[in-house]
């Protein structure tokens, strides 16, 4: 797989992010569907665009906003799939997420809470200010991406995905 990216995107935050995107496992989220229009991948990309911008304007820890903003929803299922007995999917996936990144990344525990409680309120409350910048950017996200309006990361050729 094969990821441009404008020149316009800075290179600090692509030098937070670069491992996870050449992860093969993480290239596997250009493969599911998410709200609508959008893949997995991108709405990922651009949740971690978005938190780590709002992250460093506020003054917070931009590599947690960058890296757990993109790991938020690393779960290689479709959401359709059926789930074991009892679960809802929306407080199954992010112990998913956080699982499937723990396998494949070092990830501090700040990290892996901010994913944990993405969802909330379906869901643990943020115990971070990180964690609550990629609770709020995930559901702007998933607004915008709904009204398929295109902002930040997914605006037209800023970033192209080449799955061959
Ligand atoms: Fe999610
Ligand atoms: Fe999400």
New binding site residues.
């Given amino acids: 797989m094969e990821i441009t990216v404008s020149d316009d995107i800075s290179a600090e935050f692509l030098g937070l992010v670069q491992t996870i995107l050449e992860d093969e496992e993480f290239c596997k989220l250009t493969r599911y569907r998410?709200h609508y229009q959008t893949t997995?991948f991108m709405?990922?990309l651009n949740?971690s665009y978005l938190s780590w911008r709002t992250a460093k304007k506020l003054g917070l820890e931009e590599r947690v906003a960058a890296r757990a903003g993109l790991l938020?929803?690393f779960c290689v299922y479709d959401f359709k799939d059926k789930l074991p007995k009892g679960q809802i999917q929306a407080f199954y996936h992010p112990k998913v997420a956080a699982k499937t990144s723990e396998e494949r990344f070092p990830l501090y525990e700040k990290e892996r809470q901010a994913i944990l409680s993405?969802?909330f309120p379906l869901g643990p409350v943020p115990r971070s200010r990180e964690a609550w910048v990629i609770s709020c950017m995930?559901k702007f996200?998933?607004c915008t991406e709904f009204l398929q309006v295109r902002v930040a990361l997914a605006r037209r050729n800023r970033v192209m995905v080449d799955c061959a």
């Fill in positions: 998410q997995r709405h990922s949740v938020h929803d993405h969802m995930d996200c998933a």
